[in-house]
């Protein structure tokens, strides 16, 4: 069968040589919106470019020509460009980053290849990711032996990043005074090294995130990193909404002991695709990719004494899948580029989610999380016009609370034709924004508008029932 020739349309390809249009609704032409829809939720999945959804149809035909051939001569230049573009965006080097298809996928990777001991602890929090707690929780529920204790610390925004520290630094202190029979001997190779250091003895990881889901809060993570490595705590961070959305990130720097974040999301890569980063002096750790690769060195084999673990080529091929997810990247990377650069679309996008959170508070006369944008990047908290409880089932008993959700998602989505993130947080309910370079201050107006009319409906149906 011939392969068709694909001719782009419009907003399906751009001309480099000529300016961009100007942020805001004017750039819904280049993504594959309904018309009718407002999108104020790019952080939950991403929102692909029209030009690099072409370009992965594409690469799509290419690879359907001669499927031995990509697989088993082209696929892995083509791989090693798209890390080599991830790396220099996050300050790495290129072999210390493997592509996985999402941010849980990278977590479990990490997770699952530390060797557990008896005693050893995970510290997460009670604002992690749900997926990330279940896998905490796995971990700790095992049947077989070893396994780590799960301890949480508990956020309740707003907060600032001092009492976040503050918090953080008293929660690790006190995991150790209450275990003063543990040795925790097993610390990170740029902790500080006293003399019983032993990587045979206890460990504690910390699972941090650096912006959190809900409530969508930047996190003082680089400072986190800092306490951990004093405390002698290995560091886990998730930043899965961190690329394309937190600028300047320069892990050469700010040396955590592992980070991962989608490229999906906030990049515009092509889903799922993730970006695992494994420093070259912690790539022991990681023993074997999830699953187990051909490129997987025994420990003790002569391959692994002599190259490593063989981190970067086991995560290049696990098994057959869809290569083009991770080779979007550079295509991404190009039409941000084309819009101005990842600090003029930040720019944009974080004075949007400032000027437009409080469009969206006055709409609905309530309040915002973060007033000072020292929490904010470009996801904007703010509360929905529903009461607010002092102590857990004052107002909402747990099956109104799984009401509630279930009708804000069906409302908005179906008869609205929008969508916004929504959340039980500290006792009232809020919504999560995203603000990208194809929205404006009135898709903030709308959404309000919305929550207002569902608010006042659930206030009349669900809340009027006690019994639920």
């Not at 602890?121 to 700790?140: F, H, P, Q």
């Not at 997810?325 to 949007?352: M, S, V």
Request: glycine fraction near 6%; charged fraction near 20%.
């Amino acid at each position: 069968m011939p392969i068709p020739k694909l001719t782009p349309s419009e907003g399906e390809t751009y001309d480099t040589s000529q300016k961009p249009p100007p942020f805001g609704h004017a750039l819904k032409h280049y993504f594959a919106f309904d018309d009718d829809f407002v999108n104020l939720n790019h952080g939950s999945y991403g929102s692909l470019p029209l030009p690099v959804l072409f370009t992965a149809t594409q690469m799509g035909y290419e690879i359907e020509r001669n499927p031995d051939l990509f697989h088993r001569f082209k696929v892995k230049p083509l791989l090693d460009r798209a890390r080599e573009s991830v790396a220099k965006l996050i300050g790495a080097e290129t072999d210390e980053v493997a592509l996985v298809p999402n941010a849980s996928h990278a977590l479990n990777t990490v997770l699952r290849n530390f060797e557990w001991r008896e005693g050893d602890v995970i510290i997460g929090a009670t604002t992690t990711y749900g997926a990330v707690t279940n896998t905490i929780r796995y971990l700790a529920d095992r049947s077989e032996q070893p396994r780590p204790e799960a301890v949480a610390v508990t956020y309740n925004f707003p907060l600032t990043h001092a009492q976040i520290l503050d918090i953080f630094r008293a929660k690790l202190r006190e995991v150790k005074q209450q275990r003063a029979n543990t040795a925790f001997t097993d610390i990170p190779p740029l902790s500080p090294r006293p003399a019983c250091a032993n990587p045979q003895g206890n460990k504690i990881v910390a699972v941090i995130d650096s912006i959190t889901a809900n409530p969508g809060v930047l996190m003082p993570w680089q400072e986190m990193v800092r306490v951990c490595r004093e405390e002698g705590v290995w560091t886990v961070i998730d930043a899965a909404h961190s690329i394309g959305q937190e600028p300047d990130i320069n892990l050469s720097e700010s040396k955590p002991d592992f980070w991962l974040s989608n490229c999906h999301k906030w990049l515009y890569a092509k889903r799922g695709c993730a970006v695992l980063y494994v420093p070259r002096r912690n790539q022991y750790i990681i023993k074997s990719s999830i699953p187990t690769a051909f490129e997987y060195y025994s420990p003790g084999s002569p391959e692994a004494k002599a190259t490593g673990p063989n981190f970067a080529k086991q995560h290049d091929w696990t098994g057959a899948t869809d290569f083009v997810h991770y080779l979007t990247i550079p295509d991404a990377l190009a039409f941000r580029e084309w819009l101005g650069g990842e600090k003029a679309i930040n720019a944009y996008c974080h004075k949007l989610a400032m000027d437009g959170q409080k469009v969206l508070a006055e709409v609905m006369g309530t309040q915002v999380m973060d007033e000072t944008g020292e929490l904010t990047l470009n996801m904007p908290n703010v509360a929905l016009p529903l009461p607010a409880e002092k102590t857990p089932g004052e107002v909402y008993t747990r099956e109104q609370l799984k009401q509630i959700d279930l009708f804000l998602r069906e409302q908005l989505l179906n008869k609205w034709k929008t969508y916004a993130a929504h959340y039980f947080h500290a006792g009232r309910w809020w919504c999560r924004c995203s603000a990208q370079v194809f929205n404006e201050v009135s898709d903030f107006e709308y959404l309000g508008k919305a929550f207002n009319a569902m608010c006042k409906e659930i206030k009349e149906t669900i809340l009027d029932d006690k019994s639920g």
